[in-house]
């Protein structure tokens, strides 16, 4: 995250800052849905780290119109995002967006892809809002507010949940070398639960874990944008949080779920494989 060099302060309200998050989401996760509805064909798209990382002129749009607003709306505050945008912060407050996360099936036509923004103060995200615009379907969070999901409060629930039914969501970086250790874990999780759902879209992974549609949601080598707002969203719906070791969440690597799963799955990744990482 670019350094920041506090030299104004502007307001820091959490729901302040998710209404904006939420604005921005909105109006650049429609943007990119109205533009490429304009077109019948499938996106043109290209290459980013590898041939099955894709980014297409919509990716930009969503993340230009972000950025352009951000600028408009709260000069000095720092810009981390996906596609190129960074600027320091001068406020301690940095937006980390991901313009399209689901890139793959915005381009094949799937419903899973999300514009993912999330207001990150002093190191900590406060503040976030995931929009998948063909779900019609907004997720954010507020710290200390909850999450909600089109206005709806949602939560975990703390019924018992046997980890052997349990839904799993997980996905896959786009280094070939790291998938075939990734392949071994989702074997590994597929021995102990109860399915497995790749839905293509971390954002929309955290949000589902939040709003109780999956159980947990398991991934590695993850970026920032990825799931600073998901994080929040899945932490205020009452999800627990960490690494596979029980330590911090962190974008390398991530298991949410349920609480009372947590303590099972970590189990289940505590006998991963080393040797093959
Ligand atoms: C990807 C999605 C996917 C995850 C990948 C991410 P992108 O983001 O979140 O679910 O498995 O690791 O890179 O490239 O569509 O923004
Ligand atoms: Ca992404
Ligand atoms: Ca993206």
């Given at each position: 995250m670019p350094a920041t060099h506090r030299t104004e302060t502007r307001d820091t309200d959490p729901s302040a800052l998710r209404a904006i998050a939420e604005t921005l989401a909105r109006d650049a996760g429609q943007l990119v849905r109205d533009h490429s509805g304009a077109?019948?064909?499938?996106p043109e798209f290209a290459d980013k780290s590898?041939?099955?990382d894709l980014v297409t002129e919509f990716d930009r749009l969503a993340e230009d119109h972000i950025v352009s607003e951000l600028a408009r709306l709260r000069p000095g505050d720092g810009i981390l995002a996906e596609e190129g945008a960074t600027s320091a912060s001068t406020t301690g407050t940095t937006w980390v967006i991901?313009?399209?996360?689901?890139t793959t099936n915005f381009v094949y036509g799937l419903p899973t892809w999300s514009t993912s923004v999330a207001a990150v103060v002093d190191g900590i995200t406060i503040a976030g809002a995931v929009y998948a615009p063909a779900l019609g379907e907004m997720y954010s969070a507020a710290s200390g507010s909850g999450a909600q999901l089109n206005g709806h409060l949602i939560g975990q629930t703390t019924s018992p949940r046997p980890l052997d039914t349990a839904i799993v969501a997980t996905g896959f970086t786009y280094r070939r070398e790291l998938r075939v250790a990734q392949a071994a874990l989702v074997g590994l999780l597929l021995g102990a639960v109860g399915d497995i759902r790749r839905l293509g879209s971390a954002a929309l992974d955290l949000c589902m874990v939040a709003a109780g549609r999956v159980d947990a949601y398991v991934e590695e080598h993850l970026n920032p944008w990825d799931v600073a707002a998901g994080l929040l969203i899945a932490t205020e719906a009452g999800a627990q949080v960490s690494d596979f070791s029980g330590g911090p969440a962190n974008p390398s690597q991530l298991l949410v779920s349920a609480p009372q799963l947590h303590a099972g799955l970590l189990e289940v990744l505590a006998q991963r494989d080393l040797s093959t990482r």
């Open positions: 077109h019948d064909m499938r590898s041939a099955t991901d313009p399209i996360d689901g």
